[in-house]
């Protein structure tokens, strides 16, 4: 079983940065494929962003695009996600997932973390 935490969430003015982390449990942490996602009250939990189990391949939402990066460190058995020049429409609490593919479903993914809370103020 893989364990997932996020952390990094805050409270940002628009157009300012945040790095999000999940740490994993699970020594076979390597293996997975890593998504984000995202889900604002009252919103459908969308896709974000996706890196392949070596980190040769990313994926990105059009809406993010440009902005956020995503990247992992399997020695720290740690995903990240960089978010820059945030807008209001960011404001959501965020999702890591671990899954054998990366994909931009969620039925791409087993396991997810609890989330954590990402607010942009205009």
């Known amino acids: 079983q893989v364990q997932l935490v996020e952390s990094g969430g805050g409270l940002v003015q628009a157009g300012g940065s945040l790095r999000l982390s999940c740490a994993a449990s699970?020594?076979?942490?390597?293996?997975?494929?890593m998504g984000w996602f995202r889900q604002a009250p009252g919103k459908e939990r969308e896709f974000v962003a996706a890196?392949?189990?070596?980190?040769?391949?990313?994926y990105y939402a059009d809406s993010v695009k440009g902005r956020f990066t995503i990247s992992r460190d399997n020695a720290k058995n740690t995903v990240y996600l960089q978010m820059n020049s945030l807008k209001p429409e960011d404001t959501a609490v965020y999702y890591c997932?671990?899954?054998?593919?990366?994909?931009?479903?969620?039925?791409?993914?087993?396991?997810w973390g609890q989330g954590t809370q990402v607010t942009v103020s205009s």
């Open positions: 890196i392949s189990w070596s980190g040769g391949s990313t």
């Open positions: 997932a671990a899954g054998r593919g990366a994909g931009t479903g969620r039925g791409s993914y087993a396991y």
């Open positions: 699970g020594r076979t942490f390597s293996s997975y494929a």
